[in-house]
T-cell receptor, first 113, second 110 residues
Framework: EPEVTQTPSHQVTQMGQEVILRCVPI?????FYWYRQILGQKVEFLVS????????KSEIFDDQFSVERPDGSNFTLKIRSTKLEDSAMYFC???????????FGSGTRLTVV | KNEVEQSPQNLTAQEGEFITINCSYS?????LHWLQQHPGGGIVSLFM?????KKHGRLIATINIQEKHSSLHITASHPRDSAVYIC????????????WGAGTKLIIKP
């Protein structure tokens, strides 16, 4: 069964450093999402992406965050200058657009020290 | 106010018991997902419902659109069912983003 692949599975970074989280969505999917889950809290929406542009973003997704799909397969989330509160599990997800079904990646656990 | 509420927050049961996890929502939705999250953190979609009932093995999900309520049932529960179960709704007129419940931590004891 097709999968959404996320790398790395775990990343530790120093506060203030830039991080790039990578996702390879399912090849025929058209809609892409990033969600995050701070330890012990609910999953939160960050951003949705369609047709090579952001379609919606949450209040969390401020100027420190950016997304891009540089080569038609990878979907990346960049955090420019990480803060301690960015420590969370980040999930990538994708959809075909033909229905409401989602496929999730296994997540990247980001730890900012 | 949370738009998606789950209950119970925690549930411990003996192997073989029938399990029910509830989800209620306060907004119009297009569909609702039930998801499973294991201790490692990965999320797996179990069901996506917009009406009625779906069954997959020992798992059953139902939704009542009029009452804005959904349930996930596990029959003949097994220790390997231990996980966090989350309901997440696609809000109507949104960009298909998911609004998440807080999750129910289920522990099945042998």
């Amino acid at each position: 069964e097709p999968e959404v692949t996320q790398t790395p599975s775990h990343q530790v970074t120093q506060m203030g450093q830039e991080v790039i989280l990578r996702c390879v969505p399912i090849s025929n999917h058209l809609y892409f999402y990033w969600y995050r889950q701070i330890l012990g809290q609910k999953v939160e929406f960050l951003v949705s992406f369609y047709n090579n542009e952001i379609s919606e973003k949450s209040e969390i997704f401020d100027d420190q965050f950016s997304v891009e799909r540089p080569d038609g397969s990878n979907f990346t989330l960049k955090i420019r200058s990480t803060k301690l509160e960015d420590s969370a599990m980040y999930f990538c997800a994708s959809r075909t657009g033909e229905n409401y079904g989602y496929t999730f990646g296994s997540g990247t656990r980001l730890t900012v020290v | 106010k949370n738009e998606v509420e789950q209950s119970p927050q925690n549930l411990t049961a003996q192997e073989g018991e029938f399990i029910t996890i509830n989800c209620s929502y306060s907004v119009g939705i297009s569909a609702l997902h039930w998801l499973q999250q294991h201790p490692g953190g990965g999320i797996v979609s179990l069901f996506m419902l917009s009406s009625g009932k779906k069954k997959h093995g020992r798992l059953i999900a139902t939704i009542n659109i009029q009452e804005k309520h959904s349930s996930l049932h596990i029959t003949a529960s097994h220790p390997r069912d231990s996980a966090v179960y989350i309901c997440a709704a696609i809000k109507m007129d949104s960009n298909y983003q998911l609004i998440w419940g807080a999750g129910t931590k289920l522990i099945i004891k042998p």
